[in-house]
């Protein structure tokens, strides 16, 4: 129960706080159930995503604008993104991506911030997520195909199964109540090289290069996770 006394403003900076130090719990029993190189990875991203995010969420936390908004336009600006790559215009496309990106941060944190989670909600963050990232390659694919690139649209199918590996693996892991937090490549790694790769794309073979990064480290990632899920259950 809040104190008495406390406005609307005031409720949030205490959720705020109380977030905060659930976070701070959290990372105490992972530094006692996770291998030292998977607290430091997932350490860095947490605190970079909370830089970026935190005072975003703190000015939208004072407006009617909801998390689940916040996904949504994510992923239409990911549509909008996948646009902008069929027609042509690679360099737009990689500041779109970016934003997506970013939207797709910004709405679990502002979920947080404002104790508005619901287990809907991240459902349907993660649903929309595979669909934006499926969308931009597709978009991508598309631009390849039509231009008659053989190598380079088989490529971009190789990246879509290696990022749908990733993120399967842990999620079946995570139903049967296993920890699946491992991985040298995540999403935000994928999103930040592909833009990259949009955006230098007037040079010639980058974008390929990424597609190619984002499929070889997705696999090592993917063979990071299985490892680790086995791990588990021999222990168990």
């Known amino acids: 129960m809040n104190p008495p ?15 905060s130090k659930k976070m701070g ?3 105490d029993n992972i530094v006692t159930e996770e291998p030292p190189s998977v607290l430091k990875l997932s350490e860095i991203r947490k605190s970079l995503a909370y830089r970026f995010t935190e005072p975003v969420a703190r000015l939208l936390a004072k407006t009617a604008i909801t998390p689940g908004a916040i996904t949504w336009l994510g992923f239409l600006l990911a549509v909008g993104a996948a646009a902008f790559i ?8 990689g ?21 508005r989670t619901t287990h809907f909600g991240a459902i349907l963050d993660s649903t929309l997520d595979r669909l934006s990232e499926a969308v931009i390659l597709l978009g991508i694919l598309v ?15 190789v990246v879509w199964l290696s990022s749908f590996l990733v993120s399967y693996i842990r999620a079946r892991a995570e139903a049967m ?3 699946c937090q491992v991985g040298l ?26 597609l190619a990064i984002i499929a070889i480290l997705s696999f090592i990632t ?3 996770r299985l490892l680790y899920v086995w791990q588990q259950t021999r222990v168990k």
């Open 222 to 224: 993917a063979g990071q």
């Open 25 to 27: 719990d959290s990372l």
């Open 177 to 179: 109540g296993l920890k």
């Open 5 to 19: 006394g406390i406005n609307s403003f005031q409720k949030v900076e205490l959720c705020h706080l109380r977030y």
């Open 185 to 210: 490549f995540t999403r935000p790694e994928r999103v930040i090289i592909l833009a990259l790769g949009l955006l230098l794309s007037q040079f010639p073979y980058v974008l390929v290069t990424a």
């Open 86 to 93: 069929i027609t042509g215009h690679l360099f737009a496309a």
């Open 95 to 115: 500041w779109v991506v970016l934003i997506a990106g970013f939207f797709d941060m910004l709405d679990g944190a502002l979920a947080r911030y404002t104790s």
């Open 143 to 157: 631009l390849y195909a039509r231009t008659e690139l053989l190598a380079q649209t088989i490529l971009v199918g």
